[in-house]
């Protein structure tokens, strides 16, 4: 690892102040992906600004038909957290398939969709659920955030300070992990929710997206057979050792289905 | 850069002075001479490095120094009460969970979490549990039955 | 005295692994020591054609650099080869040489150039980073069969057409006439899938050099260490032996990946007195997944031919196995003594012929993985016996059963050079078939479907040779060394004893299982008796453990030493008695005199040994301490039959082990407990072969599996229930009557699995998947089945 400057931070606002919006400062959360790529000297930022001490960045909330999740909130708290497992218990089962228990106990929500990884499973439910992610200076729609593989509408120095998810009818989430890294090749959202039908895929494009011919064929029939039936186009979507495009396009109508199924 | 810290290991207070670099594991290895806890591999899987900081498992090598500070960390070492083995201890021996023992340390800091959240743990919540660490001797066969019997005999 | 053979004792090393008290190499720290990081090639063929250590040398912290030049300069040797295979015509392997550091070519991506030694092992990969090399990229290739093609990059140019040997075994004329004459031949062309060991533990060693008396010791993750002393010293470094100690504390775990000479352990010990300073390296995993021997990698084309009734007329089989870039310690042995002898199998099939051609490419060296050679003969048999069934409309278990050798015909000469001491085939299958419930499989079939799963039902039954291995046979096949092993057996005064074997343990509970038959022999308490291994000060020597060896040839060694100790106890007691040698008894633990009331404990014994004050010098000696070396007559040949099933997902290719029955026959067991443990690691390594492990090289020879984010291990949910059981036909040839267990289980698994998977995925048309049978190969060959149909 190269060597570099820590601070940690006692607030959100101290955390932006400290990154001063240059490009060679990250800010660091739970450290599940950042360190490894630290230690693997693929990067060599100048400074790392810790967030994950942050107290109103962590925990979570539900008011309304919103639950929010503050950026800091470790996996294992939103999947162990009654009051998700109650309002959006998809979302609770996505948590508990992220990595392993100890990335769980880390890993958090901000930390997770800051970076975008394609094989992530939060971003999934950022855009499967129709979430909106809030940030120091604003409020950006989960449909808007993920722009392209590892980026997102962050501007350098732009700090996530929670994630609210709007609370479906019902939903499920079902994933495809790869053997090896244990992270989604496949990963799918499917959320019932009063404005209609939303099924947000990761995994397996360059970045999460919605899968419109899904919604549309559960739009008039909620059926998993009718997700099944939807042949998806794999251009566009990943292809590498452990699943090619056209794999990836099979599963997500099959994961679509299995997510539909389990709903009932 | 350097910071000076200081945090409970087993129980200890320590302090020490490290670069913002240095990860739990080096400092527990390195600083600490605490080597029961291993580094297998360099992209967070495989385990053998989980310590408990703060009552749950972490990679200690995907884990600063100095995000430590003022945490409570736990190591293998600090498990055995003299030489009475921990009750998860005494299950991995009783039931031949370990062969090699490099994975071990992990494993039962692993194990620990599993039996935190369920004396009575289900083959599917060990596989769960345990899905972070790798090990290459065992076939996790008596893995299994050891954490089974570790986590009801640490419930009774 | 409580007899312990037999007995599940717990393990006594456990009490330090479980309280992180275990001493691993990478937890040794020596004063003044320095940290190596090794300058790796990314290229997986280049010339070299400058380094520059100028720009590491000025990094803060770096202590000095070296190069391949300057190993040359010193007269440093190429890391040898211990096995010489010679091909059709008499014509003799190509052994190109292996510098520890590369001098002017790289050959595989990882192909150490430098190494940078600092003060931390971050200023050494400061340096190593900072260090310039100047490559000119040449072609590569990786994949052995396009290595052979003309016009292929040439990776030694000592080896035109980068052929290291081309060898056979068998008649082939009689096999030619066989499949001419055959009512039906099976053929199958098969990959067998490379292989990353994945030791837990990754490589470490520490060299260190004391001027005062002009020695050297390394420490190092060996499973051999007196072998590492003898290679490196003899051919690598020149140093006398006696001027180099090899410790091997305790290893994480080996698999065949911890056996050879590597190019880490010269170096250390070399750059350890030319800077002054102990020199320690350890491994990251991306090193390991660049630099430890891989294994396995064949691709073969196998014909079984046989007559109207299902009965083995014959086996021709061509393999192609990829050695790397260079020939590591056992690698040329491995396609051939390793496994072409074992192509008969469990059965009958009179006439066998073996072609093998072994390849140099731009790849890691290939050498033995757990099984190493056993496993790539088993998947060759038991996959084409399998489908051979399917072809003639046989039950698996019954075209089996009509091939075994039966229990009266042993010993059985192989045409492929073995003689079987004994086995009993068909009760390991009986036994495995009932525990497995095999006549009720199809309504399981059915339970499945229902669910839209398609179940599969696979049968193995695998023969091994193990307990390797007769030096006079070895030798005959082209072994550059013996394969015996030697144990001393040491009374205190006070009556304990310490073991001290040429076996290594990484994980096989030696500690254990060789106290109990140490305990049981002596007749003392099992907590009196101490294991010592790993240490070529302490040991008199040692051949090391690999090769399901450690009991069958390291056990009997012991066992012999004990032989030895009792030979002289009773000269001892007969002297404490006032009686005659020859008519003192030796039993649990107590040397008595027949028809009298006379007797002395083993301990009154060995303290008079060491107080021997009223000695007649000139007929008996002093002390109890007996060393032996046991050199075996014949291999071992574990064998048993394995059953698995497995579902599949046909709308995503998931494919989950649901049950696995292993019956084998180790002959004697000494702890049960422990051999079962061996199973299972084994079955789960071949549930990885199997389903989940492949290492991939792109075409120009880039690895692509380099790191467990590509590379898949099994994990805890991998792993099915098992259903155990022993058959029992003792070793005949060896005092303890073991065969070995460690190997078993990666060997008769990845044939169990594919033969259920294919039988699974017979419904739709699929008769063969290669391994490892990812998902998305499932589903890529139910869906061109599909498409096919349409």
């Known amino acids: 690892m190269y060597n570099f400057d820590y601070e940690k931070a006692a607030s959100a606002d101290d955390a932006v102040k400290a990154a001063g919006g240059s490009d060679d400062v990250m800010f660091l959360a739970g450290g599940m992906t950042l360190i490894p790529t630290l230690k693997l000297r693929l990067t060599q930022p100048e400074k790392v600004v810790d967030v994950g001490g942050i107290g109103d960045m962590k925990g979570i909330s539900v008011s309304g038909d919103t639950v929010t999740i503050g950026a800091a909130t470790t996996h294992a708290d939103v999947a162990g957290s009654d009051d998700v497992k109650k309002a959006i218990p998809a979302l609770a089962k996505l948590a508990s398939l992220i990595g392993d228990q100890q990335v769980r106990n880390r890993g958090t929500i901000g930390g997770s969709i800051a970076n975008a990884d394609p094989a992530a499973d939060y971003p999934a439910a950022v855009v499967g659920l129709g979430a909106t992610v809030k940030t120091n200076k604003r409020e950006i729609a989960g449909d808007d955030f993920f722009t392209a593989m590892f980026e997102t509408a962050l501007e350098p120095g732009e700090l996530i300070t929670s994630v609210s998810f709007p609370v479906p009818e019902k939903a499920d989430y079902q994933k495809l992990a790869n053997p090896a890294s244990g992270y989604a090749m496949v990963g ?24 419109s011919a899904i919604e549309d064929a559960l739009g008039s029939d909620f059926s998993s057979d009718a997700a099944k039936g939807v042949t998806m186009s794999s251009d566009d979507l990943n292809n590498d050792l452990h699943a090619t495009a056209e794999y990836r396009a099979s599963c997500i109508s099959t994961l679509a289905a299995r997510a539909v199924k389990a709903i009932g | 850069m350097s910071h000076a810290i200081s945090m409970t290991v087993n129980g200890r207070s320590v302090s020490a002075t490290v670069e913002s670099r240095t990860l739990l594991t080096e400092f527990l290895r390195d600083n600490l001479r605490l080597t029961g806890t291993h580094v297998g591999c360099d992209t967070s899987q495989c385990g053998a490095c989980t310590v408990h900081v703060n009552g749950k498992s972490v990679k200690s090598c995907t884990m600063l120094a100095v995000q ?47 039996a935190d959240n369920n004396s009575d743990p289900s083959d599917e919540d060990i596989a769960k549990g345990l899905a972070g660490n790798y090990c290459r001797c065992t076939g996790y066969e008596n893995i299994y039955r050891a954490v089974k019997a570790g986590a009801k005999a640490m419930g009774s | 005295m409580a007899k312990h053979v037999g007995e599940r004792m717990k393990r006594v090393e456990d009490g330090r692994f479980l309280t992180g008290r275990g001493t691993y190499t990478d937890d040794i720290s020596k004063p003044g020591q320095t940290y190596a990081v090794f300058v790796r090639s990314p290229h997986a063929h280049a010339k070299i054609k400058s380094v520059n250590v100028d720009s590491a040398l000025n990094v803060e912290g770096v202590v000095a650099v070296y190069t391949g030049a300057d190993m040359a300069a010193d007269g440093v040797g190429g890391l040898p080869c211990g096995w010489q295979v010679i091909g059709k015509g008499g014509t003799p392997m190509i052994e190109p040489a292996h510098p520890p550091l590369a001098v002017d070519t790289v050959r595989y991506v990882g192909d150490a150039v430098a190494v940078v030694i600092a003060e931390t092992k971050n200023a050494a990969k400061d340096g190593a980073e900072a260090l310039e090399v100047d490559y000119d990229v040449q072609p590569a290739v990786a994949s052995a069969v396009k290595a052979m093609e003309s016009g292929a990059p040439q990776v030694h140019d000592e080896v035109p057409g980068n052929v290291c040997y081309d060898w056979e075994l068998g008649d082939k004329d009689a096999v030619d006439k066989a499949i001419n004459d055959a009512h039906h031949v099976t053929t199958f062309d098969l990959v067998n899938n490379r292989l990353i060991p994945n030791a837990i533990e990754p490589r470490a060693a520490i060299g260190e050099y004391d001027p005062a008396g002009d020695n050297y010791t390394l420490t190092t993750t060996s499973q051999n260490p007196h072998v590492i002393r003898l290679l490196m010293c003899a051919f690598v470094l020149q140093i006398p032996e006696h001027k180099c100690r090899v410790v091997a504390p305790d290893v994480g775990g080996g698999f065949g990946s911890k056996i050879f000479h590597y190019a880490e352990e010269a170096v250390v010990t070399w750059a350890s007195k030319k800077a002054g300073r102990p020199v320690k390296w350890t491994s990251d995993r991306s090193e390991a997944f660049l630099t430890d021997a891989h294994g396995r990698d064949h691709v073969t084309k196998a014909q079984l031919a046989m007559d109207k009734d299902g009965k083995f007329t014959a086996l021709k089989v061509a393999t192609v196995a990829n050695m790397g870039a260079y020939l590591s310690t056992f690698a040329s042995s491995i396609p051939t003594y390793l496994y072409a002898t074992l192509l008969a199998g469990q059965y009958t099939t009179p006439v066998i012929y073996a072609e093998v051609k072994a390849v140099f490419t731009h790849t890691t060296p290939v050498d033995a993985y757990r099984g190493a050679g056993r496993p790539e003969a088993t998947y060759v048999i038991e996959r084409i016996v399998e489908i051979a069934a399917r072809e003639m409309g046989m039950d698996p278990a019954e075209i089996r059963r009509k091939n075994f050798i039966q229990p009266d015909q042993f010993p059985y000469e192989t045409p492929v050079a073995l003689t079987y001491d004994t086995g009993n085939y068909q009760a390991s299958l009986d036994r495995a078939l009932e525990l497995s419930d095999y006549a009720n499989f199809e309504k399981r079939r059915e339970e499945s479907a229902k669910n839209g799963k ?8 695998y023969i091994e040779a193990c307990g390797i291995a007769p030096s006079a046979v070895a030798g005959a096949l082209g072994a550059r060394a013996g394969l015996y092993e030697a144990a001393e057996v040491r009374f205190a005064p006070t009556g304990t004893v310490s073991v001290f074997t040429g076996s290594h343990s990484h994980g096989q509970g030696h500690e254990t299982t060789f106290a109990q038959l140490t305990a049981d022999r002596l007749g003392i308490p099992v907590e009196n ?3 010592v291994h790993g240490d070529t000060d302490r040991i008199p020597f040692g051949m090391g453990t690999y090769g399901s060896r450690s009991l069958a040839v390291g056990g009997s060694a012991i066992v012999k030493a004990i032989d030895k100790i009792i030979v002289k106890g009773k000269k001892i007691a007969a002297h404490m008695m006032e009686e005659n040698a020859d008519d003192v008894e030796f039993d649990d633990g107590v040397f008595s005199v027949k028809g009298t009331n006379k007797s002395l404990t083993i301990g009154e014994v060995a303290f008079q040994a060491y107080v021997p004050h009223n000695f007649p010098h000139d007929e008996l000696e002093p002390g109890l301490d007996e060393s032996a070396f046991y050199d075996p007559n014949n291999f071992t040949y574990p064998a048993g039959a394995y059953v698995c099933e497995v579902e599949v997902d046909p709308d995503t290719g998931e494919c989950t082990v649901e049950k696995f029955t292993a019956v084998d026959d180790f002959g004697n067991l000494i702890n049960p407990m422990i051999v079962e443990g061996q199973v299972h690691g084994g079955i789960a390594q071949g549930i990885g072969q199997a389903l989940l492990e492949g290492c991939v090289y792109s075409d120009d020879g880039q690895l692509v599996t380099g790191s467990y984010m590509d590379y898949a291990m099994p994990r805890a949910e991998h792993i099915p229930d098992y259903n155990f059981d022993f058959t029992t036909t003792p070793c005949t040839h060896n005092p303890i009557g073991a065969k070995g267990c460690g190997e078993a289980g990666a060997i008769g698994t990845p044939a169990a699995v594919i033969n259920a998977l294919t039988d699974a995925l017979r419904v739709a048309g699929v008769d063969n998947i290669e391994m490892p049978a990812t998902p998305l190969k499932i589903w890529q060959a139910l869906n061109a089945n599909k498409q096919a149909a349409e």
């Open chain 1, 188 to 211: 799918v959202m499917v959320a019932k929710t009063k404005d209609g039908v939303r099924v947000g895929v990761t995994g397996a494009g360059p970045s999460a997206f919605r899968a």
């Open chain 2, 68 to 114: 430590c500070d003022g945490a409570e960390v736990l190591t293998i070492e600090g498990l055995a009460n003299g030489e009475d083995l921990h009750p998860m201890q005494k299950a991995f021996n009783d039931h031949h969970g370990l062969q090699c023992g490099f994975c071990t340390p992990g494993m039962v800091m692993s194990a620990l979490e599993v």
């Open chain 3, 454 to 461: 398609l179940r599969g039902v696979g049968l193995s039954c």
């Open chain 3, 529 to 531: 008796v101490d294991i």
